[in-house]
């Protein structure tokens, strides 16, 4: 336990190959070179690049972080090899016979090589329900013995399986209500930055809506996206009944490097829940990378005939327009948003700016919730705030969703 994982060149649980890089990240069962590749599609085609506006420099810091999240939910050590199906689980610690993965949705699903013979694994996997169903098996479909052991912390889960002859450990983790069906509920937050150390006043209230399964983040976890203080906002989640899945936001960019991705995992990814699906999209550079509008077309594709939730920091439009609050380029923010009407996606949220608004794009219903903390904006009279949002899988008789903001406190 403890060592940080290395990546090796190998072969995803889909059978594409995974590039090798340095180590410290976690990673997706996709190919780099195939998403390159598409991404010089769309540029080529003209649907997204420089010639949209925004400067080079935020596009080369976005490509970066693009190409991160290729890298999350795979690692490799002398002991154990993993990959995580959609990279929607970071390989936090790896060693002989023990792996610790932070879930970043509710179902999440990995393959574990177990190399030397070793006879078990120890699997913890935090951010997730205390009672989360875990199953193993053997690469035949065999469930696997595995027990249960005491967790060092809320929200996590120990077990430890009897590895098969062959080695290889199927894993799948899924929330106790991922087979249920009918309305269910999540929260949404954004923007703590300065006021990590009064959160747990948000989470407070946020707990007095036992419904909720889990809070969506929008990004601005920090001041600076520093090590440490990441770290202290994880140590803080504690006080947070449900898990909490996030994108960054512009100020998780202002360290030395980004953290974001080996500490939390992807900045762009997509999951389902209860059949409705939820796309979480990294625009803390206000654009978009083309990596990330090549995984998003697919993503729309997935859920043009579900429920679809769309969450990022930036807007692409600013429903007051007075402020830099949307994308760097007008132009990239039309595209983006007719691209999500053109899908189908039913509701957008948003952060960055430290208030709430309900408003449209595209006509799809849009909501920005940018208040755990930072500093307000004045004589709005909002203060901090998130939202509850009621979702239900698409169907003949299923509702539209509906959110409702929620205050905490009094106000500024």
Not at 25 to 53: H, K, T
Not at 202 to 208: G, L, Q, W
Not at 312 to 329: C, E, K, Q, T, W
Not at 389 to 404: Q, Y
């Amino acid at each position: 336990m403890g060592r940080r994982p290395r990546r090796r060149r190998g072969i995803g649980l889909d059978g594409w190959a995974l590039a090798p890089g340095a180590g410290g990240r976690c990673a997706v069962s996709r190919w780099r070179e195939a998403a390159r590749g598409a991404a010089r599609a769309l540029v080529a085609a003209g649907v997204v690049g420089l010639a949209l506006g925004a400067s080079s420099s935020c596009v080369n810091v976005a490509r970066r972080r693009a190409e991160a999240d290729l890298d999350v939910g795979r690692a490799s050590a002398d002991a154990l090899d993993v990959e995580m199906v959609d990279g929607l689980a970071c390989v936090r610690a790896i060693g002989p016979g023990a792996l610790t993965l932070r879930a970043q949705a509710p179902t999440v699903r990995g393959r574990v090589t177990v190399k030397g013979g070793a006879p078990t694994l120890t699997v913890t996997v935090d951010n997730v329900h205390a009672d989360a169903r875990f199953v193993a098996r053997a690469p035949d479909g065999a469930l696997l013995p595995s027990a249960g052991e005491p967790p060092t912390r809320r929200k996590q889960i120990v077990r430890r399986v009897t590895v098969p002859a062959a080695g290889v450990v199927e894993l799948d983790v899924s929330a106790p209500t991922a087979a249920d069906s009918g309305p269910f509920d999540v929260g949404v937050l954004a923007d703590v930055q300065e006021a990590i150390a009064t959160v747990g006043e948000v989470y407070a209230r946020i707990n007095e809506h036992p419904s909720l399964e889990f809070v969506l983040f929008t990004g601005d976890l920090t001041r600076q996206g520093r090590r440490e203080q990441l770290e202290e906002f994880e140590r803080r989640e504690q006080e947070l009944d449900v898990p909490l899945y996030a994108t960054l936001g512009n100020h998780e960019l202002g360290a030395e490097r980004v953290y974001f991705q080996e500490m939390y995992g992807r900045g762009s990814y997509s999951f389902v829940h209860r059949g409705v699906r939820f796309t979480m999209l990294d625009s803390a550079s206000a654009t978009l990378d083309p990596l990330v509008y090549g995984w998003l077309d697919g993503w729309l594709e997935q859920g043009r005939d579900a429920t679809h939730v769309v969450a990022m920091h930036i807007a692409p439009f600013d429903p007051v327009g007075l402020r830099n609050g949307s994308f760097a380029s007008r132009a990239e923010a039309a595209m983006l948003v007719s691209r999500l009407a053109r899908g189908r996606v039913d509701v957008t949220l948003y952060g960055h700016v430290h208030s709430f608004y309900a408003f449209a794009n595209g006509g799809i219903p849009a909501y920005i919730s940018g208040g755990g903390g930072a500093i307000p904006e004045r004589m709005d009279g909002i203060g901090r705030n998130f939202l509850v949002m009621s979702l239900e899988a698409a169907g003949p008789t299923a509702r539209r969703p509906e959110v409702t903001m929620v205050r905490v406190g009094d106000g500024p």
